[in-house]
């Protein structure tokens, strides 16, 4: 059982920054693909970014490209999503996400582990 545990969520004006953590274990569970989500209020869940074990590959959704930087430390258990040149409609919980198989099962959404989710809250 995979047991991930965000961090870093706040609140931020538009066009700042924000680095969100997610510590993941047991510690030897480093051949996952890991990624994060998020969910604005009354929204579905929406893929953000994804990476591979090795970390040699990384996906972003296209509403992210340029500004967010998905990177792993597997030393530290620890994945980062990078947030730059935030917008309001980046207001949203984030959650990590993790799956044995490959990034494309993750980013699919369907039989991951889950954090609790972290609130990331860009103003205007």
């Known amino acids: 059982q995979v047991q991930l545990v965000e961090s870093g969520g706040g609140l931020v004006q538009a066009g700042g920054s924000l680095r969100l953590s997610c510590a993941f274990s047991p510690r030897d569970l480093q051949y996952l693909s890991l990624g994060w989500f998020r969910q604005a209020p009354g929204k579905d869940r929406e893929f953000v970014a994804a990476i591979s074990w090795s970390g040699g590959n990384s996906y972003y959704a296209d509403s992210v490209k340029g500004r967010f930087t998905i990177s792993r430390d597997n030393a530290q258990s620890t994945v980062y999503l990078q947030m730059s040149s935030l917008k309001p409609e980046d207001t949203a919980s984030y959650y990590c996400?993790?799956?044995?198989?490959?990034?494309?099962?993750?980013?699919?959404?369907?039989?991951?582990?889950w954090g609790q989710g972290t609130q990331v809250t860009v103003s205007s």
């Open positions: 996400a993790a799956s044995p198989l490959s990034t494309a099962t993750l980013i699919k959404g369907s039989g991951n582990s």
